[in-house]
């Protein structure tokens, strides 16, 4: 059955079972390899996507219900060969070990502030609370979301 949505900007036509995981059909059939499986249960964050704008579990969504859905995942947060000011963040404060979990936490913040442009810290915290790491401690990752909300060089929250 074909399921229609927009991905990362352009519309995608793709054959799926209407019960196969979001996760799956974007990884497998549409090659977009940013979310990545670590639990497969919703309790890691790793294979976290926008859809509509809010951030979910893609390992939890059936395809179908993402039907005439916008879906955004890590690859379509840079812009025009820009990366996202949350990217940018990740970067300058070395939020990023492994890799596995930076994809859930990039987008996760990017709806934070979508939702909320100058969180405070706990904010911050709280809105990161589903996504898990187990390279690092979180101090990195938070000033990152912070220092994405202001200019370089002023502090953030």
């Known amino acids: ?82 990366l996202h000011p949350v990217q940018e963040a990740f970067v300058r404060c070395g939020a990023a070990q492994c890799g596995i979990c930076t994809p859930g936490f990039l987008v996760t913040a990017r709806a934070l502030l979508d939702e909320n442009p100058h969180p405070s810290r706990e904010e911050a915290r709280e809105a990161l609370a589903g996504n898990l790491c187990r390279c690092t401690g979180y101090q990195k990752i938070i000033d990152a979301v912070c220092e994405a909300i202001v200019p370089v060089g002023t502090a953030g929250c």
Request: glycine share 14%.
């Open 1 to 82: 059955m074909p399921v229609n949505f927009t991905l990362n900007g352009r519309g995608v036509s793709v054959e799926a079972t209407p019960m196969a995981r979001l996760l799956d059909v974007l990884r497998e059939d549409l090659r977009c390899t940013g979310p990545k499986e670590g639990c497969g249960e919703g309790e890691c964050g790793a294979c976290t996507v926008l859809v509509d704008g809010r951030a979910v579990n893609s390992c939890l969504i059936p395809v179908i219900q993402v039907e005439g859905a916008t879906i955004l995942t890590v690859e379509g947060l840079a812009t025009d060969g820009r």
